[in-house]
């Protein structure tokens, strides 16, 4: 099993963790977190957006003008798609885009992406914020002292609500409970920080969230 330093938010050791392989320790698998990734993008579209048909739009009930004798093309109805105002040809109409992903491979995913955070030197495990109030300075300066830069995932067990409330309001950070870590949360951060009572096999485990799309 993989082992990583504990750090204090001074960004000092203060002791270490084993983790577990089945999740920090997969070779990852592009294919499937590209999938997993897809399917849970789609699944966000609210899938609303609507055009009117022909049979839709309204009026264009009479033949705007007789077949033949006119010298111009033959036309049955003024609401035609190719008339201003008419129809919407192969429009958009409301649906779903969720996509089936099998959970074991939504499981892949997430290993293969925290695997990777993990190879890289780019996941963190805190031992606590040390907040007894929210300050949003105090996290802020915490997360400088650990090094992480860019865009963060924060992960958060039972007990980190004070930070929660204290991180909340820093744009370059994102924030998830123990529950709802997502490939593409993970993926898409250049840091991924969690609490020591917020890694798998604590109080509250990590699983892939539900997106709507199970089997």
């Known amino acids: 099993m993989a082992t990583v330093d504990v750090l204090n938010p001074t960004g000092s050791p203060s002791g270490s963790v084993e983790l577990d392989d089945t999740l920090f320790g997969v070779e990852p698998n592009v294919a499937v977190m590209h999938q997993v990734v897809t399917a849970q993008l789609a699944a966000r579209r ?52 969720a996509q089936r992903t099998p959970k074991k491979m939504k499981r892949l995913a997430l290993a293969s992406a925290l695997s990777d955070r993990l190879a890289d030197n780019r996941l963190l495990v805190l031992d606590g914020w040390g907040l007894d109030v929210p300050n949003t300075k105090s996290a802020k300066a915490a997360l400088a002292a650990l090094g992480a830069e860019g865009r963060i ?44 009572g917020a890694l798998p096999g604590a109080d509250a485990p990590s699983t892939e969230a539900d997106t709507g799309d199970e089997s």
């Open 46 to 97: 609210k899938g609303t957006a609507s055009t009117k048909t022909r049979a839709e739009v309204r009026g264009g009930g009479r033949k705007p003008w007789r077949q033949k004798g006119t010298g111009n093309a033959r036309q049955g109805s003024i609401r035609a798609p190719h008339w201003r105002g008419g129809g919407v040809a192969h429009g958009p109409k409301p649906r779903s885009y």
């Open 153 to 196: 995932l924060v992960v958060l067990g039972p007990d980190d609500g004070t930070a929660g409330r204290s991180l909340r309001n820093l744009p370059e950070v994102t924030l998830t409970d123990a529950g709802q870590v997502t490939t593409y949360d993970v993926l898409v951060s250049d840091y991924v920080i969690y609490t020591r």
